[in-house]
């Protein structure tokens, strides 16, 4: 935790876990960001004057005893000037990203927000590139505290330590190989001027971009990044110096194409699931099921206030996948009012995924379920399990709740063999067993089976709810 400035000694120490650098900022006129520098200034009258920059080398320590996650989310009071002065806190997780991070914090460099009310907080995960030597020596001219895990915290962990670190009232969670556009930073903050519970999310709009050429892509792939070069006359002389295939990752995004834009020509639009999200609601996303599911961490706002009220996230999530929902989720039971923008619009950068990440992403939706056992979590199992699609999913789950509403007390025991599908549909992902004979995986006998067919029946003489009883008839034919 940051004590009164970037270059004060931290009272409250995690035990060797955590090597931290703030970075001063560069601008002359931001001298007041250190205690030291302060009390210098009020005995100069001269306040031209230029001083050189340092680096500040810190650790931070785990705090002894048991605190609840709400109060560890806190951070220290702030009483100097240059902690009142911070109004963005940017959060960026990163583990063996090196050197995409690299370029998603020189796109934080062109930004149209001052910068000197924003700091970009880096948790490195124990990567085990040259994130650290990197970094170690970067200047920006945003305030930039570089936080090094010597142990793998994982990431709902890591977030959280972001999240006590900050001194911004709007934290912006940014994923490690986002390149952002130069408002991003900008359109992020106006947008929670007017509500206290907005969530602003920019990753559904997210475009795809190749800055890398990693040994893993397939031939498919490097063809691609081989058309997507001719629209930029620089980029594609340095992807006709690469020969396929290569042993070690070739850069073809430099600074300079940061700087000037030119990247642009490198990004497409990609990512279906998302589309099928932008095409078919709103910003607002009414009429959506599930608005939680634009919590993705990879680019989204919230006010410092109400994700600490929340708790933060979940650190049982250890693994990749679904800590952001999780969260979101709690949110939306809070109130949240969630928002998703193109003005806000970020690239990811392009990079292999390892075979794992499917089951540990399986592993932490069971998470999610035991966590939330309500209807609205255990029904995310369809779609991942490709028994319907993410928009039938959305009705069936929309018919549902109008079942119970309305019509419930016609069919008394429908809600329960409902949630006991749902559950066994979960179970079936979470062993990997793939989803034949889900009443008998589910310890459905024929008379099971017959007064669940007479329920389909009564609910399809209701001429309501056809999305419903086509998935259950679906699941009886299994």
Known sequence: MLGNSPTK??????????????????KET??????????????????????????????IQHESGQRNKTQSLQSPSHENQSSLDIEVSIIIPSSNKYPLNLLSLFSLENQTFNQAKMEVIFIDDASTDQTAEK???????YQFIYIRSKEKLGRAKSRNLGIRL?????????DAEMITEANFVENHYKSHQSKENMILSGAIHSKALYSCIFPEFSEKQINKIGALTKNNKEINKRFQVFNYPGEELFPLVEKSDITSGSFRGMAFKA????????????????????????????????????????????????????????LGYRLYQMGADYHVSRAVLTYHQEHPVGESKWQEAVGNFGLFTLKHHDVD???????????????????????????????????????????????TITLMLVVDIRHINILGAAGYGSDDRKALQEDINQIKNLNKYKHLTNFLEKVIIS
């Open 9 to 26: 000694q931290h009272t409250e120490r995690e035990e060797g876990l955590y090597d931290i650098w703030p970075v001063p900022l560069a």
């Open 377 to 423: 979590v255990l029904i995310l199992g369809l779609e991942l399990s490709r028994l319907t699609d993410l928009l039938t999913m959305n009705k069936i789950l929309i018919e549902y709740k109008l079942l119970v509403q309305s019509n419930l007390e016609q069919i008394p025991q429908f809600q329960e063999k409902f949630l006991y599908i749902l559950e």
């Open 30 to 59: 931001e001298r007041k960001r250190t205690i030291s520098e302060s009390k210098r200034e009020e005995k100069s009258k001269d306040r031209s004057s230029k001083r050189k920059k340092t680096k500040h080398s810190k650790s």
């Open 271 to 326: 990512y279906p699931w998302f589309k099928e999200i932008t095409k078919n609601f709103d910003d607002d996303l009414q009429g959506f099921a599930f608005p939680w599911m634009a919590f993705l961490t990879g680019n989204v706002s919230i006010r410092k206030a109400f994700i600490v009220q929340a708790g933060g996230f979940d650190e049982d999530f250890f693994h990749y996948g679904y800590e952001d929902w999780e």
């Open 135 to 141: 970094l170690n020596s970067y200047s920006p001219p």
């Open 166 to 174: 900050a001194r911004g009232s709007i934290l912006i969670f940014l």
